[in-house]
């Protein structure tokens, strides 16, 4: 393994933290838009 090279369970936490972050935003801007809308 090279050094400086970050572990794989290390990108999986970044990736997972990542997407749940993007996901609650985009479903808060949705709900927003929809909720605005009405």
């Known amino acids: 393994r090279r050094p400086g090279v970050?572990?794989?369970s290390l990108i999986a936490a970044f990736?997972?933290?990542a997407g749940i972050a993007l996901?609650?935003?985009v479903?808060?801007?949705l709900l927003?838009?929809?909720a605005?809308?009405?």
Do not use: Q
Request: a positive charge; aromatic letters at 6%.
């Open 6 to 8: 970050p572990d794989r």
């Open 15 to 17: 990736g997972t933290g």
């Open 23 to 25: 996901g609650s935003a």
């Open 27 to 29: 479903i808060g801007w």
């Open 32 to 34: 927003g838009r929809t």
């Open 36 to 38: 605005r809308r009405r």
